[in-house]
């Protein structure tokens, strides 16, 4: 028997895991709760567990978290962490504190096959996807590391320090579907994470069928990447959207609304200059979003010299706002977290394939883990 590593289940897989080993299924539960409730990864350290019972998980499984590149602490309080995922791949997972909540943005893939023409990990290409022990590994390790660090006088060593998790790191998710729903399912449990639907994003390119799926299996808040309001402008920027068109993308959006852990979903729209940035494109997205019960985020773009593509202007992307709140949607613009310490998006996980290019790269792909500037 090879040796499992406990990471990649949700407490079903782990209760199954357990029925293998001839042992009750309900055993995963204290199990489960080691690993992700305490951050447990010996199982001698798990001294209420049948010491028979420790002696199967020794012999049959292990519980591997990921390793450690780099860590950077931007001037505000955002870290971002870089991950070795092997064979010259890395990712990266952002911390962002907040006065009412601190987020963790995590990857799903190391690359992304997508391609979007304005996203740098679009540009590094697909390399692969992350197994849910890598997905979920980025939040036990977050978090079980702040909090050991920051327990103080008034801070409990259990106390939870992760608030909400972004699946908008490297990678679109829905394209690693089989993986992403057992992370996102022990995000969920309370006996892991216990974190609730509404605190828990995927945030997604269009992949139509699996928004489909998600409702079904796991409905987490969802925001959609939208960046234009016509098939042909979005299919030049997201080129996925050959496959799945605006129509059937916003009406996969307006089925998932019942399922979703609010009344409305979130889409997400990078402000290109002089691309999709214009009054008439934010008039053409208000009618094409048809009055579908959504917030609507502006993202000004993070630039890369190989995108081609520039920033608007803040006084456009302001105007753009009004136009959207004017029509009747909830607007909000990003503000910009970490730019000190390039916590964006992939920006700088092709560092360890391409040393050489490494220094360009950090001058070039400034910013992004952002905040909602006006929530
Ligand atoms: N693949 C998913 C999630 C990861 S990308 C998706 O596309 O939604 C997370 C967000 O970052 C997306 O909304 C994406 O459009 C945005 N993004 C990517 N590159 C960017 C850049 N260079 N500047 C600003 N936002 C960017
Ligand atoms: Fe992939 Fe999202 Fe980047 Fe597009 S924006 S290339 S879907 S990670």
């Known amino acids: 028997m090879t040796s499992a590593n406990l990471l990649d289940f949700d407490l079903d897989g782990l209760a199954d895991f357990c ?136 801070r409990k060593a259990d106390e939870r320090v992760i608030s909400n998790v972004v699946m908008m790191g490297m990678g679109e998710p829905l394209q690693n579907y089989t993986n992403l729903i057992p992370a996102l399912k022990t995000m969920l449990s309370d006996h892991a994470y216990g974190l609730s639907r509404r605190r828990v994003t995927v945030s997604t390119s269009g992949v139509v069928p699996m928004i489909e799926r998600l409702a079904q299996d ?56 002089g691309v999709n940035d214009q009054p008439e494109h934010a008039r053409a997205l208000a009618q094409m979003l048809n009055a579908l019960p959504c917030k609507i985020n502006l993202i000004p773009f993070n630039p890369f010299p190989a995108s081609g593509l520039k920033r608007s202007a803040p006084e456009v992307v302001k105007k753009f706002a009004q136009l959207l709140t004017g029509a009747g949607y909830i607007t909000t613009i990003r503000k910009t977290r970490g730019d000190d310490i390039d916590a964006a998006c992939g920006q700088l996980a092709g560092e360890v394939q391409d040393r050489t290019d490494a220094v360009t790269r950090m001058q070039d792909r400034r910013t992004i883990m952002m905040k909602e500037s006006n929530e």
């Open 19 to 154: 029925e293998k080993l001839g042992e009750k299924r309900f055993r995963a539960t204290q199990l489960y709760r080691w690993i992700h409730q305490r951050g447990v990864s010996n199982f001698d350290d798990m001294t209420d567990i049948a010491k028979s019972f420790r002696e199967k998980l020794r012999t049959s499984a292990h519980i591997k978290g990921l390793k450690v590149l780099s860590r950077h602490t931007s001037a505000d309080g955002t870290i971002k962490w870089l991950f070795d995922m092997g064979a010259g791949d890395a990712i990266e997972a952002v911390y962002i504190p907040e006065d009412d909540r601190a987020t963790l943005c995590i990857s799903s893939q190391a690359g992304c096959a997508v391609g979007c023409r304005f996203c740098s990990t679009g540009h590094q290409g697909f390399s692969r996807n992350l197994t849910t022990a890598e997905i979920i590994g980025q939040l036990w390790y977050v978090e079980h590391l702040l909090r050991a660090e920051l327990q103080s006088d008034d």
């Open 218 to 273: 796991c409905p987490v808040s969802l925001a959609v990447s939208i960046h234009a309001a016509n098939d042909k402008l979005r299919t030049s920027l997201v080129p996925i959207n050959q496959k799945y068109p605006l129509k059937e993308l916003i009406a996969a959006c307006q089925a998932y609304l019942p399922y979703a852990p609010r009344d409305f979903l979130t889409i997400e729209y990078c402000m290109l200059d």
